[in-house]
């Protein structure tokens, strides 16, 4: 019962910092914005500490980043919503990802959204987001099982099929979509 409390304040005090900085950084834009601010008048005016300068400096940056990104992926041919949002909470989700993309990308200038997607879900990390790799937790706190990794399947075909139905649940598909897609019958 103790660590599920200390999991839920840990949680709690996340989301406390992640709120905290990013009213700080909306601020420090609106100030940017309307008021023609720099970025150090907008940090000396709201007296932003060291360690919270270094931190928006960095988002800004990041968001700068995917700013571009998102043109980019807006760019495929036959580009679509859900492609675009799939793919940037894959990167968003482990920043190491985004030059690993944007490399393949570069080197397949030409690539669909379904070229890139199956490019995406043949990588090793590919399955560290997927839900069942959580760990369940009840609203009293305590931790259950999750369900079993995709490490124990033990066919190629159920692989397969586990990584359909996650994505279809990931990014609110149908899986039998998905698994047409997958087959390249509809492409």
Known sequence: MEKGR?????????????RRINT?????????????????QAFNNLEVSDKDRLIITKALQEGCTMKKFTIRLNNVKNSYYSFV?????YVKNKPSRLPIVEKFLDEHSDASTSDILEFISDQPDF???AAYNQPEVSCHGFQTSGRESSS??????ERKKRRIKDMAGKYDFDEEIIESLRMKSLI
């Not at 700080?24 to 150090?40: H, P, Y």
Request: glycine content about 0%; cysteine-free.
């Open 6 to 18: 200390d999991t839920v304040s840990e949680i709690v005090e996340r989301y406390a910092e992640t």
């Open 152 to 157: 124990t399947a033990t066919s190629s075909n």
């Open 127 to 129: 399955y560290e987001d």
């Open 85 to 89: 949002v799939a793919v940037l909470t």
């Open 24 to 40: 700080l950084l909306e601020a420090v834009k609106k100030l940017m914005k309307n008021a023609s601010f720099t970025l150090d």
